[in-house]
């Protein structure tokens, strides 16, 4: 009896601390932060690299991100709701950003605009590394796209520093960065 007790004293005075609960959202990309410097951004081939922080510290655009090349809302709605936006020409650069490598983001843009006459850029992040950055990365993916992805959003861009963020509140729909919101 006396040895249970003693197991039973050391096994209380051994309670790991209480962590700490923090009760705040995840502080992904805000107004006012700059857009990062990465490494590992490709446009059409590994041997683009593309840093988007230096683009859009010259000239003001947009960065919208996607879940997946070739999906069907990025495919069906997102994406051609800018490529079809009367202000599309006044937006300034506009840049597509998803989790895919610079092959399959090449083939998507000349499959949404062949001719190359919207100006919209494809970028691929590889590794999630520019999404990771932004803290717009979700992982409840991985069982259809095989690893992080992007979350759905749009950002303005002014002198490389988020004027807006439009960002889908469930990570995937389709609603608050569609091109009808954000280039209004």
């Known amino acids: 009896m006396a040895f249970r007790a003693s197991i039973l004293r050391r096994a209380v005075s051994a309670r790991p601390a209480a962590r700490g609960f923090h009760s705040t959202a995840r502080a992904y990309v805000k107004v006012g932060d700059e857009i990062p410097s990465v490494d590992g951004l490709f446009e059409k ?9 230096a683009e859009l510290g010259k000239a003001d655009g947009y960065i919208v991100g996607v879940p997946g090349a070739f999906s069907g809302t990025c495919s069906g709605q997102h994406v051609p709701s ?6 599309l020409k006044k937006a300034g650069q506009v840049f597509v950003v998803s989790v895919n490598d610079p092959f399959v983001m090449k083939a998507w843009g000349e499959q949404l ?3 190359g006459e919207t100006g919209i850029r494809f970028i691929a992040d ?5 999404t990771k950055a932004l803290d717009l990365g979700f992982d409840d993916a991985a069982a259809i796209f095989g690893g992080t992805r992007s979350k759905r959003y749009a950002l303005k861009v002014e002198n490389g ?7 889908e509140p469930d990570a995937t729909g389709a609603n608050v960065s569609m091109a009808d919101k954000v280039l209004r």
């Open 45 to 53: 081939s590994p041997g683009n690299k593309v840093d988007l922080a």
């Open 161 to 167: 520093k988020v004027t807006e963020a439009h960002v």
């Open 82 to 87: 800018y490529i079809n936006h009367p202000k």
């Open 113 to 115: 605009d062949p001719a």
């Open 126 to 130: 590889p590794t999630a590394a520019f």
